[in-house]
């Protein structure tokens, strides 16, 4: 035991001595937008999410997909075209500016977009990024039709039917859906409920929204005492618990989401989470373990801004967090890209959590 605080006491000064500001600024935020820039045109290596139904169905990956080629994977492609928008947004003065603008003009067209929306017709591929990429591509969908950037509106528009039909897709498969996912990975439930319901309040879809809220409820409304020691398996990049609790946050109303929560995380006053180790970042399921100690920070972040503050400092939410979030941050940019061409987004995706807690 002993042995093991050590160590943890030796990561964490470690992690602090080289952790950039936790704070999203313009030179973070051009740090990231570079490491979506090299790999959104990037076709190579690829891994595909893709069934053949027959020897026509043998493709390039840009063939495939003009839109989202790059970036290693189709849902890591759609989450950095995110995270660019979203930069671009926030701070229209960066010098990538122009370069993110290109990228979006040249991906981001009717042309493209209908290959993107034709590849879906296909029976063989019907479950396609289901439902971790139908909600990435929502919450860009979002981010574009609620961004005042000059070219925001073009970019919508052409985005506007793929959305629509990830949308339509959510509608029909939510109500087959009798068990949640509670992995740690893609396919996780909650995750992507939280992202879809991101975009159904952004854009003011309330039928949508209503399907959300009433699943989430139905699925985890009566969770109680999470196995939170049972976190993380040794490739997660989200944790179960803490993406189930951040969700019913957006769901309930603020004193049923702290009854809910006393009884989901009892030991909240006591939570003792320490940052995942991460072994070796050229490992593509390992490197998850950054995202997750980014993830969990995000999701921290977030239940301070549903607590009362004399609660969330009891808990010690804050250190916890920022822990995690100093644990990977220096990694983001690693050498590595089975790490960086995904990483930035859940980096700004947390900083925005920690900017608003």
Same mark, same amino acid.
């Given at each position: ?103 979006? !003009? ?65 509608? !029909? ?62 490739? !997660? ?52 373990? !950054? ?67």
């Amino acid at each position: 035991m002993f042995i093991r605080k050590l160590f943890w006491s030796l990561l964490s000064v470690a992690a602090l001595a080289q952790s950039p500001l936790l704070v999203l600024n313009d030179a973070s935020a051009s740090r990231f937008a570079k490491l979506a820039l090299q790999c959104a045109e990037q076709e190579f290596p690829n891994k595909l999410d893709h069934v053949l139904g027959n020897r026509s169905d043998l493709k390039l990956p840009k063939e495939l997909h003009p839109a989202f080629y790059g970036c290693y994977d189709w849902h890591s492609s759609v989450h950095g075209h995110w995270m660019l928008a979203r930069l671009l947004r926030q701070f229209p003065k960066l010098p990538e500016s122009n370069q993110i603008q290109t990228v979006l !003009d040249k991906h981001l067209t009717p042309d493209a977009m209908k290959v993107e929306n034709d590849y879906l017709d296909s029976r063989e591929n019907r479950a396609f990024e289901r439902p971790y990429g139908w909600a990435w591509l929502l919450k860009l969908s979002a981010e574009l039709e609620t961004s005042n950037h000059p070219k925001a509106k073009t970019w919508a528009e052409a985005v506007r039917p793929l959305a629509k039909e990830f949308r339509r897709r959510f509608m !029909d498969f939510l109500p087959k859906l009798t068990y949640p996912n509670r992995t740690g990975v893609h396919s996780n439930t909650a995750y992507s409920m939280s992202l879809a319901l991101d975009y159904a309040r952004g854009v003011k879809d309330t039928e949508f929204e209503a399907l959300l809220l009433v699943s989430a409820n139905l699925y985890f409304a009566r969770d109680k005492a999470v196995p939170l020691k049972f976190e993380p398996s040794g490739e !997660d990049f989200i944790s179960p618990a803490l993406e189930e609790a951040a969700l019913m946050a957006k769901v309930l109303d603020g004193d049923k989401f702290r009854v809910w929560l006393k009884e989901f995380l009892p030991d909240l006053k006591r939570l003792s989470l320490n940052p995942a180790v991460v072994s070796d970042r050229s490992d593509p399921r390992i490197a998850h373990l !950054d995202g997750l100690n980014m993830s969990r920070a995000r999701n921290l972040y977030t239940l301070m801004n549903y607590l009362p503050a004399k609660e969330a400092r009891a808990a010690n939410l804050s250190d916890v967090a920022d822990a995690h979030a100093n644990a990977s941050l220096p990694f983001v940019a690693s050498g590595n890209y089975e790490g960086e061409h995904w990483l930035a987004t859940f980096a700004v995706h947390m900083l925005e959590a920690r900017g608003k807690s």
